[in-house]
């Protein structure tokens, strides 16, 4: 958000570290974790809406709101209802059954006691061993009453003996199992389960619940292959504790192992084993899948296994084009193992890749789109083009009913188109427009990395002379050659293409850090771009292609000249940006922006930061105006007339200055910690880069008012008149040390360099280096009366001159 005023250093450091440290914690920009670059939708697949927690995600947990709240019936409320019969609500039997609730005013509490007073007994019992069993937060646990407990196991053992029926004798021996298992008793877990369970011959959901119990101390007591058989069981039959079975695999980082087939007494047992440990992370799922295929070609996780193998590889094929979460190839480069990995993935993406064709071709696997459709993406990874269209073209005429995989077609077609494109021409347009405005906007993140590679891509291509002039030029009829025509043509192109893939302007609702920023994007593109777009929206005989790539950025007339004037006025051409802010409605001028950045008087620098600039009476074509008549007059004085004229062209020029109070005329943007935030989280080549273009850039340096007050020293017949110039050259210079400053709070890093070393530091460097003027104003105009009230009002000059 534009500001005002600047921080104190000491806030101006302690706001950036801050968010330094928020940028180590989140990866390099504000976005959801658990997302990557990726084409590859895996909504594209089969996979059951409760299943979509075991996508694919970087992190060891996927804790996406959507897949965590995604429930299926709740069969443990089901079955009571069933059991007890009457007609009490299912919120009012859920507060008796998950919130204690065992007042007479529970409806169902009410029923209970009314007609199955042994359930109400039950209900009660574990309502007991509940709040027996603790809970809490992580920051405020509630430690178990493990003495409780103990007496409370006695008592459900007896009551088993004695229940009327079978729903409540099994929910007894879960509730035995489950309280031996929180003693830490796992023998006794194990043997209550036998004995208490295992005997049930109707069981349901209920002994499953006692089983990933039992599971559990199997694996505490170090069984791992027979846990592994044991959740897998679990996971398989029993949706209410599926989350469960598989969390408690990937908490302990169990993989697969063959030994847990051993326990399997068939087909259907064994494919829970391989489909159980396929959704494991850090491994190779492969082998696991043709298994999974081979036993169960029905299981609805054979899709979804295979659209993790895709997204867990991605990387490996996408990471040159956008360095995010962490996975930097600036780093990773220089590393054997990553490059090693790089090389094996391309192979085992081959073999994906033949699985994939070899699963479309199988009658007993459904809907063989999808595995075209995967073998034709990754032909994409590989580069393989030809290819990847062909079976894509055989995805398409397989054809299918999830709305999804049509989506992932079509996103397949527009990256290949992307990647075969040599030569731009009014077909390849008019096909990616479409395209363009399909993915725009799109909620879905995979989608949006697509639309913004593309956009990236072609906006690239547009900068290359020898495909845009091919095509004969966009403006027919104008005057200038064609060649000359469509080259600037395509260049404004780009420009809107490269804008498109900004956040601000792709609105997608993704955070994943492959967006740019519209407002950087703006604060670096030359007058001269801006000017060839400006065109390009006002041409004459616009192809359909140039409208609605015009719409689809929903840039306007008054957005372009609002622009056009501030790359102008960042180069200091201020006739044409008098010209360009002149075709901009007023409207846009009492924006409230303008009304709160831009209200004090743009002719004025205050000498000290006690003084305040009066007033803004002028609107930014004014202005404009103002610095242009000025410049042109300047130079046709002499003397001290042609020296105010210099002083306040000056004073416009620095206040068109980060440090100026007309700053918003050159950005819509400024914040109190750019000048650090310009040099953080990038290698030592391209810092150098940045400090360069930072020293160098006019909005900060003010190297421009530095020469108009420079002209005004030298045509000023007035000794004070030249003072004050001399002043001002001199507070320029102070800028350049601010910036050398930021520069070296940077290098230095913001927690060592305190505030002592940082005031030392800047005084050694003034006296040094940034001390030109200082030294002249105090040794050429001592004598002004300027020069003594600026001792009395300046503590930095003072300062100075007392420490000469």
């Known amino acids: 958000m534009p500001t005002s005023k600047p921080f104190s250093n000491r806030i101006q450091r302690i706001s950036l ?108 019992l574990a309502n007991r061993i509940q709040r027996a069993s603790g809970g809490g937060d992580q920051w405020n646990p509630i430690p178990a009453d493990t003495v409780q407990l103990a007496q409370l196991l006695t008592e459900v053992r007896a009551r088993y003996g004695s229940a009327s029926d079978s729903f409540l004798r099994e929910r007894y021996a879960f509730q035995a199992v489950k309280i031996a298992d929180q003693l830490g008793d796992y023998a006794q877990a194990r043997t209550l389960f036998d004995q208490l369970v295992t005997p049930i011959a109707r069981k349901t959901f209920i002994s499953d619940w006692a089983l990933c119990r039992h599971a559990g101390a199997t694996l505490s007591l170090g069984d791992t292959a027979r846990a592994i058989y044991e959740f897998a069981q679990v996971f398989d039959r029993c949706s209410s504790r599926r989350v469960q079975a598989e969390a408690s695999l990937r908490i302990h980082g169990i993989r697969f192992r063959e030994a847990a087939l ?87 993406a081959s073999q994906l890749r033949k699985f994939a064709l070899d699963a479309a071709g199988n009658d007993q696997l459904s809907d063989p789109a999808f595995w075209y459709t995967a073998a034709a993406y990754l032909a994409y990874l590989e580069k393989d083009y030809a ?153 004459d005989k616009p192809t359909d292609f140039d409208k609605r790539l015009l719409k689809l950025t929903g840039f306007d007339a008054d957005y372009l000249h609002t622009l056009l004037g501030r790359r102008l006025l960042a180069e200091h051409r201020y006739a044409e940006a008098a010209t360009a802010f002149g075709k901009v409605s007023p409207t846009v001028w009492r924006d409230e922006a303008f009304a709160a950045n831009f209200n004090r008087n743009p002719f004025e620098v205050p000498f000290t930061k006690r003084m305040v600039a009066k ?74 880069q940045a400090e360069q273009q930072l020293t160098q850039n006019s909005y900060y340096s003010t190297a421009p008012a530095k020469a108009f007050f420079e002209q005004a020293m030298k045509a000023a017949r007035q000794p004070d008149l030249a003072a ?28 060592d360099f305190d505030d002592k070393e940082k005031i030392a530091l800047k005084r050694k460097l003034r006296r040094e280096q940034y001390s030109h003027y200082f030294d002249r104003l105090s040794m050429a105009y001592k004598q002004t009366q300027f020069q003594s009230e600026i001792l009395r009002e300046c503590a930095t000059y003072a300062d100075f001159v007392a420490k000469r």
């Open 17 to 124: 570290s801050i968010g330094i440290l928020l940028a180590f914690a989140c990866g390099p920009g504000l976005f959801d974790e658990n997302e990557f670059l990726s084409y590859f939708l895996p909504e594209s697949s089969n996979a059951k809406p409760q299943d979509q927690r075991y996508f694919f995600t970087p992190l060891l947990y996927n804790t996406e709101v959507g897949a965590d709240t995604i429930q299926g019936a709740d069969e443990n409320l089901d079955a009571w209802v069933v059991y007890a019969g009457g007609d009490a609500p299912d919120s009012v039997v859920a507060k008796a059954l998950y919130e204690g609730d065992e007042s007479g005013r529970n409806l169902f509490v009410a029923q209970l006691s009314r007609g199955h007073a042994p359930a109400l007994a039950y209900l009660r």
């Open 262 to 348: 051993t326990y399997a007494k068939t087909n259907q047992e064994k494919a829970a084993v391989y489909a159980l440990c396929a959704i494991q992370p850090r491994q190779d799922a492969l082998p696991l899948l043709k298994e999974l295929v081979q036993l169960t070609p029905k299981n609805p996780l054979v899709e979804l296994v295979m659209a993790r193998e895709i997204n867990r590889n991605e990387y490996f094929f996408l990471s040159n084009q956008n360095p995010i979460y962490g996975y930097d190839d600036r780093t990773k480069s220089d590393s054997i193992a990553f490059e090693d990995r790089k090389n094996a993935s391309t192979t085992y």
């Open 387 to 539: 290819e990847a269209a062909t079976t894509l073209d055989k995805a398409e005429q397989a054809q299918t009913n999830n709305a999804d995989l049509k989506k992932q077609i079509v996103l397949q077609r527009m990256l290949l188109l992307a990647a075969q494109t040599e030569t731009i021409s009014p077909p390849i347009e008019s096909q990616l427009i479409g395209y363009l405005e399909q993915f725009s906007n799109g909620k879905n993140f995979r989608m949006n990395n697509a639309f913004v590679a593309v956009c990236q891509q072609f906006g690239q291509r547009y900068q290359q002379p020898d495909n845009v002039t091919k095509s004969g030029g966009w403006f027919s009829g104008c005057s200038r050659p064609k060649a000359e025509v469509g080259n600037k043509a395509a260049l404004a192109k780009s420009f809107l293409l490269t804008m498109l893939t900004s956040s601000q302007l792709n609105r997608s609702g993704a955070y994943v850090n492959v967006n740019t920023d519209q407002l950087a994007i703006e604060d670096t593109t030359s007058a001269a771009t801006v000017q060839q777009v400006v065109d390009f929206a006002q041409q």
């Open 615 to 688: 007033k803004n009476p002028y609107t930014p074509v004014q202005f404009t105006q103002r610095m242009a008549q000025l410049q042109q007059q300047a130079g046709k004085l002499e003397g001290d007339a042609a020296a105010n004229a210099y002083y306040e062209l000056g004073c416009g020029a620095y206040n068109l200055s980060w440090f100026g109070n007309a700053w918003l005329l050159v950005k819509r943007s400024r914040s109190s910690a750019e000048l650090g935030a310009s040099l953080f989280g990038i290698n030592k080549d391209q810092r150098q």
């Open 724 to 751: 004050k110039a001399c002043f001002m050259a001199a507070q320029c210079e102070q800028n350049e040390l601010t910036i050398r400053l930021a520069i070296d709070e940077v290098k230095r890093g913001y927690i």
